[in-house]
């Protein structure tokens, strides 16, 4: 069993920052950080889900067109934590943002119950 419990989310005006995370626990995979890819993905209301960057186990990183210059993923191995730095936002970012963990040897895929970001105009 694999939780992933996320935080940071809240309303900030356009041009500021916030700053996801989400830990990881309950599996021993998940303290082995190179055989796990996490990502961070978000869903606008009416819209589908979308990938906004990963990380892999060594610390290879790929952003969305949308938001690369803006948002930073990283991860803590010894936390087990992943972050998500979101500068410059737009009103356009707002939607709840899910962390994902993807166990590489298995395929098996773990989601975060979410949080909401909002950016006003």
């Known amino acids: 069993q694999v939780h992933l419990v996320e935080s940071g989310g809240g309303l900030v005006q356009a041009g500021g920052s916030l700053r996801l995370s989400c830990a990881a626990s309950?599996?021993?995979?998940?303290?082995?950080?190179?055989?796990?890819?996490m990502a961070w993905y978000r869903q606008a209301p009416g819209k589908q889900r979308e990938l906004v960057a990963t990380?892999?186990?060594?610390?290879?990183?790929n952003y969305a067109e949308s938001v690369k210059g803006r948002f930073t993923i990283s991860r803590d191995n010894a936390k087990n934590v992943v972050y998500l730095q979101m500068n410059s936002l737009k009103p356009e970012d707002t939607a709840v943002y899910y962390c994902n963990l993807i166990n590489t040897p298995s395929g098996s895929a773990y989601w975060g119950q979410g949080t909401q970001v909002i950016v006003s105009s």
């Open positions: 990380i892999s186990g060594s610390g290879t990183t």
């Open positions: 309950g599996s021993i995979f998940v303290a082995i950080a190179s055989i796990n890819n």
